[in-house]
């Protein structure tokens, strides 16, 4: 198995084999380009929110709140172009900024308060949701008429259209964040055991406050992205949390398993997508899409912490640091030689912040 790359791969061999086998089943709609660049186009959004709850996960901490704060930040942004107070580039920083201030509001929750993030988020929601009643009446937003916003993502190159671009953009800047700076690896040592992590030196709680800082900033953009690409709906937030939270879970079992990373939960984004668009080609099932995105999100957690528990069954231990890499300091170097770095990870097993 290990020597297919089955361990890490697995997600490769799935799409290649949905490829095939909805290639033959649905031969004049499945195999097109038109397909193909619906799915890039539609699942780039999904890749975005998806990258938002990634980054405050490494560090031990759910943001149930990305959906909610995508909605509002595209939803108000649509609004004050609506109403002629601000233009295309200000709009997308407008909807970036409320993202970052509900992000900071999570964060200080959390590390203020001591309440846990899982909570916190989910009333975040509410609160959200709320203004979002507030602010249009529960009436819909008048759609903005082609221009430069919809343009914005709509544009098209080599086919696709640009929003394609701004996911594979931000994936790498945030694949360079989290993995080839120190900020990143104070993350991840703070997610597998914030103990360990304050022992060494580390500033748990400013990393915990910029992770769900991050996470609120990246999801206002998201949305405001989903507003240019497909309108200023009311209620497209909720359907964002699941896919994403299955493409993270997903992706911890790709390429490197048992950690959560970017590429690895893009490959699971589209895999879910190819999936799911193929079954509805060939069964013309509307409902398919929730059910896959669930049922991959129990087969994903179960998957890691089955991981989880085998390593431990045979005395293997965690590591706070991605394998193979130097730290940067002398007090993250020390984590390797503490005892309680070998707890696993929160963003996997749900186990509270402390």
């Not at 240019?228 to 911890?252: E, H, I, Q, R, Y």
């Not at 997508?273 to 509805?280: D, F, H, K, P, T």
Request: charged share 10%.
């Amino acid at each position: 198995m290990n020597r297919l790359g089955l361990d890490r791969f697995s997600g490769l061999y799935l799409l290649a084999a949905f490829i095939v086998v909805f290639s033959i089943l649905a031969p004049s709609t499945f195999p097109t380009a038109t397909t193909l660049h619906i799915i890039a186009s539609t699942q780039s959004i999904a890749g975005l929110a998806a990258l938002a709850l990634l980054i405050p996960l490494i560090a031990g901490h759910f943001d149930l709140s990305i959906g909610a704060t995508a909605n509002l930040a595209g939803v108000a942004a649509a609004i004050m172009q609506n109403n002629g107070l601000l233009g295309t580039i200000p709009a997308v920083l407008f909807a970036v900024a409320i993202g970052l201030v509900i992000g900071c509001i999570n964060g200080f929750i959390v590390v203020r308060f001591r309440i846990n993030s899982f909570i916190t988020t989910i009333a975040m929601t509410s609160v959200i949701s709320a203004v979002l009643i507030f602010i249009t009446g529960s009436v819909e937003v008048q759609q903005l008429p082609p221009g430069t916003f919809t343009a914005l993502t709509q544009t098209q190159l080599f086919g696709f259209q640009t929003v394609v671009i701004y996911l594979l953009v931000i994936a790498v800047i945030v694949w360079w964040a989290l993995e080839r700076t120190p900020a990143g690896r104070y993350l991840h040592a703070v997610g597998a055991n914030p103990e360990a992590a304050r022992l060494t030196g580390i500033k748990v709680d400013r990393w915990s406050f910029l992770s769900l800082v991050a996470s609120g900033g990246l999801a206002g953009l998201t949305g405001v992205l989903f507003v240019s690409l497909t309108g200023p709906a009311l209620d497209f937030g909720p359907g964002l949390l699941l896919p994403a939270f299955a493409a993270v879970f997903l992706g911890s079992t790709q390429l490197k398993p048992g950690r959560m990373n970017v590429w690895g939960t893009l490959i699971a984004i589209f895999v879910l997508a190819v999936g799911v668009q193929g079954l509805q080609l060939v069964t013309g099932i509307t409902w398919v899409a929730p059910l896959f995105d669930g049922v991959a999100l129990i087969i994903a957690v179960g998957l890691a912490v089955g991981r989880e528990r085998r390593m431990s069954s045979k005395g293997e231990k965690p590591t706070a640091l991605p394998p193979g890499e130097t730290p940067h300091d002398e007090g993250l170097e020390r984590l390797d030689g503490l005892e309680a770095a070998t707890r696993p990870s929160q963003a996997v097993t749900g186990t509270p912040e402390k």
